[in-house]
């Protein structure tokens, strides 16, 4: 699969002279040819608080992201950097680096809002970076949090009506705005915890921290002093309920949350030229704990998936930049469901276009007209189908009905009758030419009638035999070289009856065995032509059932990743509930307790019913299998077979 390794960065988003967002067309074309797993690392924070050289740093690069030495923000909009993953064979590691939030010449916090939205919604992991400490001040900057309910849906209004789903509020929880309805996907669970499955790891970087990482005379770790400086105040008075906003909003929406604190790397003067310093030029510690931001993110960043482990390719991630920065543009809030539904509308008609000309591709690179056997043919086929199949499972998105892959199943084998056929007629072609040629002495004695005279028959029986070893010894004829032969050899008995019976002076006993040697020898024609026959048949039966096979395996393959991508999705956030119930418990919040155990058994059914599905997809093909070992009704109704079954078992 293609990856990308791009020199420097590229702006992905911009605001034009309008002010509206617009995607940039050469981000796109670059994302266009990543046809791998993305792992995708977004930093935001305040401006002028080094964001683009941590960003730098993961790209593996000194420069590229602009620095800056002054108050003015360098980064406007997001760019990106598309560089192979360190650790990850077979991905890319997409690096996003957001404008400053907070700019005092910009003054458009509208703008803020939706730039720290769309790196929340586009990555897997977030960096929230900022300066000196995790205070009340810190989280009071990162206000961002609250406004993520009023501008991203998980389902669609219209989904959400046929559903009966009413906008209701939630569980307060201590929290006001975050508390604004959503259209979820199932009764069970709050708008939390449905934005929680989707949105990415969180990992805060503090930098010019000087304190000394210690409570209450003991030392802790620095995810122990974000996660004390996240601890909730108990009531309800609106101090209290501020207090606790952003708070609740990190809790809420972000499962794995880590913490990075950064000494200051160098002096002032020497970090005015940060570009240019090298390790050796900053503060030992700062390098360190670099270092050990950078081995987490290659370590534990995971590839950006949307709900139900459905991964993403570059290919998709820039159609989901697209998709939600129209909805921005039209005045819309970013969808999840419609994002979802619109990726696999674009991306599986695409996938199955784009599978069939691959298939057509390697089929013209090795297919030479006539092939020699139906096993010949039937092998190449048998490898362009699966480069296709291959092609069609990474590039497809949420075919939940596998309809494009059935349509991508029926097709190929469409293609692959023309090609038979055209092998035959071409086999046909070459066999009468051959024909032609050999017997063309034997024709002109024909029309001269030299056989008809006594002695004649054998005269003619022995030019027929010299013309069939020479036509046999004749290559590249192809699969229907019997078949023409034994054609031309019926017509011809006709002939042999005429000069057989102009032979009169021969012996009637004679006569009578003659006679019983060409049927004898018709009749042979008659049965290595059926064997032939039966032979394509069957091999044309193996290759169908293969086919099959081969497009259930590997879409097997790609629902068990999907289905343990889901699984690891689940168990986060109930590890992530079970962790904030045992928190609130100790804080005394008996009402939220409760309301998490609610929570934690809906999301362990889940877990229930994902470990049952995974069962089920072995089940389902197996079940497929013999079906399509008992009565092969060919390769289109067995595709409907399969894929069904796949269906209604999941």
Request: net charge negative; charged share 25%.
């Amino acid at each position: 699969m293609a990856s990308v390794g791009m020199q420097v960065p590229v702006c992905l988003l911009e605001n034009g002279a309008d002010g509206r967002m617009s995607v940039q067309q050469e981000a796109l074309q670059i994302l266009e040819q990543i046809q791998q797993p993305v792992v995708v690392v977004a930093v935001v924070g305040l401006y002028r608080t080094g964001k683009s050289y941590l960003m730098n740093r993961l790209a593996g690069k000194q420069t590229g992201f602009a620095l800056g030495s002054t108050i003015e923000s360098k980064t406007k909009g997001i760019w990106m950097w598309c560089v192979p993953h360190p650790n990850k064979p077979g991905h890319t590691l997409v690096l996003l680096d957001t404008e400053g939030l907070g700019d005092v010449d910009k003054g458009d916090e509208k703008h803020d809002t939706w730039i720290f939205c769309l790196a929340v919604l586009l990555s897997s992991t977030l960096v929230y970076n900022s300066m000196g400490t995790i205070d009340n001040n810190a989280l009071e900057k990162l206000h961002y949090v609250t406004e993520l309910t009023k501008h991203i849906k998980v389902k669609s209004a219209v989904e959400a009506a046929e559903q009966g789903m009413e906008l209701n509020s939630a569980p307060l929880r201590y929290v006001t705005e975050l508390t604004e309805v959503i259209q979820v996907k199932s009764g069970e669970y709050d708008q939390t915890t449905e934005l929680m499955r989707v949105f990415p790891s969180f990992v805060w970087t503090v930098r010019d921290f000087t304190l000394e990482l210690q409570l209450n005379g003991q030392p802790i770790t620095a995810d122990q002093y974000l996660e004390s400086a996240l601890k909730l105040k108990p009531g309800s008075k609106p101090e209290i309920l501020r207090h606790n906003q952003v708070r609740q909003g990190l809790r809420d929406f972000f499962a794995v949350r880590r913490c990075f604190v950064f000494e200051r790397p160098a002096s002032t003067k020497k970090m005015r030229q940060m570009e240019q310093l090298t390790d050796d030029d900053l503060d030992e510690s700062f390098v360190e704990e670099a270092e050990n931001f950078c081995h987490y993110i290659f370590s534990n960043a995971q590839p950006k998936t949307m709900r139900g482990g459905l991964g993403l390719t570059g290919r998709m991630l820039g159609c989901l930049a697209e998709t939600y920065v129209e909805a921005i543009r039209s005045g819309k809030v970013p969808c999840l469901e419609s994002a979802v539904e619109s990726l696999a509308l674009i991306q599986n008609g695409r996938a199955v276009a784009e599978a069939l000309d691959l298939y057509q591709r390697e089929m013209q690179r090795w297919v030479r007209l006539p092939t020699d056997t139906q096993e010949a043919l039937s092998h190449i086929h048998a490898r362009a189908e699966e480069e296709a199949i291959s092609s069609f499972i990474n590039a497809s998105f949420n075919d939940l009905e596998h309809t494009h892959q059935d349509e991508l199943m029926r097709r190929v084998c469409e293609q692959f009758e023309e090609y038979c056929k055209a092998n035959e007629e071409e086999s046909r072609r070459v066999c009468r030419g051959v024909l032609l040629r050999v017997f063309a002495p034997l024709e002109k004695k024909l029309r001269g009638k030299l056989f008809m005279r006594h002695g004649g028959h054998q005269l003619l029986s022995a030019a027929l035999q010299d013309g069939v070893q020479k036509y046999r010894t004749e290559k590249r004829k192809g699969l229907m070289s019997e078949q023409v032969l034994a054609e031309f050899l019926h017509e011809k008995e006709c002939v042999c009856q005429s000069v057989l019976k102009a032979g009169a002076s021969i012996a009637h006993a004679q006569k009578q065995l003659e006679e019983a040697r060409l049927g004898a020898e018709s009749a042979a024609r008659r049965v290595r032509c059926e064997q032939e026959e039966q032979r394509r048949c069957e091999e044309r039966r193996r290759d169908e059932e293969r086919s099959f096979h081969t497009h259930m395996e590997q879409l097997l393959l790609k629902m068990q990743r999907e289905n343990s991508r889901a699984q690891e999705e689940t168990q986060r956030l109930i590890h992530a509930k079970l962790q904030e119930q045992r928190e609130v418990q100790e804080q005394g919040h008996v009402g939220c307790v409760e309301a998490l155990e609610e929570e934690v058994q809906a999301l362990r059914r889940e877990q229930q019913q994902q470990e049952a599905q995974r069962s089920t997809l072995t089940t389902v093909l197996d079940t497929a299998g013999t079906a399509a070992a008992l009565c092969l009704p060919g390769v289109g109704k067995l595709a409907g077979i399969g894929l069904s079954l796949l269906s209604r078992h999941l």
